[in-house]
């Protein structure tokens, strides 16, 4: 395992998986670059050389396959050693909505710019449409951590904290602050199910708090984050894919 390792990260330390991702990302679109230049190169070669000889065509064509076999088999044993060392063992699409106001105002959160249609990681992030997407290979419990998804989005979530990149220009909340007159605190409330029905929770520690793993909403989780002066045990603010499953008469609270 440790020469496979060595293989594919190209260091002896396994300790590491939650830099796994990042690393097999870099060194695939590293060796695939290297590769389509190599490759260019022979072509040109072949093309300049004028009746090259047996042996020329030889070497040339088994370069080329050595070349893109060499390549393949990277990408190859990069993803199935990924899959394995990873806690899903293999890809997974979840889902989970979420809602964040400041103060009796909801935030809508900043747009994708350009070619993507995401804010966050490839694995990690949002579609302009208030659901967190966790889309492929979870290496650690963590990285599907809430506080990870805010760090993503360019944002911070804590217990006394809340920044957020907003449309309207980045919120940045800390405990006591001031909110409608009065000292504000960050609030962190989940929904959950279990067959036909729902509940609430009031979360803590809401930087840790890691993603149910569902691929609907529901029974995925429906996150309320509320930086409000008014301490409560529940949140009457309820997401919309909640909402429309219980008036539906799908779900009921428990």
């Not at 594919?8 to 389509?36: P, Q």
């Not at 220009?169 to 962190?188: E, F, K, L, W």
Request: contains cysteine; aromatic residues 10%.
């Amino acid at each position: 395992m440790d020469f496979i390792h060595f293989f594919i990260t190209g260091s002896f330390d396994s300790s590491n998986v939650a830099a796994l991702d990042a690393i097999i990302r870099s060194n695939s679109i590293t060796y695939t670059i290297w590769a389509s230049v190599l490759l260019l190169i022979l072509t040109v070669i072949s093309a300049v050389v004028r009746k090259p000889n047996n042996f020329v065509k030889i070497l040339l064509f088994v370069s080329m396959i050595l070349i893109i076999s060499a390549n393949t088999l990277y990408l190859a044993g990069a993803t199935i050693y990924k899959n394995e060392r990873s806690i899903t063992k293999g890809p997974v699409h979840w889902h989970a909505d979420m809602e964040v106001w400041d103060c009796g105002k909801e935030l809508d959160l900043i747009d994708p710019v350009g070619w993507s249609n995401k804010i966050g990681t490839p694995i990690l992030h949002e579609h302009n449409d208030k659901r967190i997407h966790v889309e492929g290979v979870v290496l650690t419990d963590d990285y599907a951590s809430l506080g990870n998804y805010f760090k993503v989005i360019g944002g911070r979530l804590t217990q006394y904290e809340l920044t957020y990149p907003a449309i309207d220009g980045t919120i940045a909340r800390a405990h006591g602050d001031d909110c409608n007159g009065a000292p504000g605190m960050v609030q962190v409330f989940v929904y959950k199910t279990e067959g036909d029905t729902f509940w609430q929770e009031k979360i803590m520690n809401p930087e840790d708090y890691i993603l149910s793993g569902d691929s609907g909403v529901p029974p995925g989780d429906c996150i309320i984050v509320e930086f409000d002066s008014m301490i409560k045990d529940k949140t009457d603010r309820m997401c919309q894919s909640y909402m429309v499953q219980e008036q539906l008469g799908k779900i009921t609270e428990r």
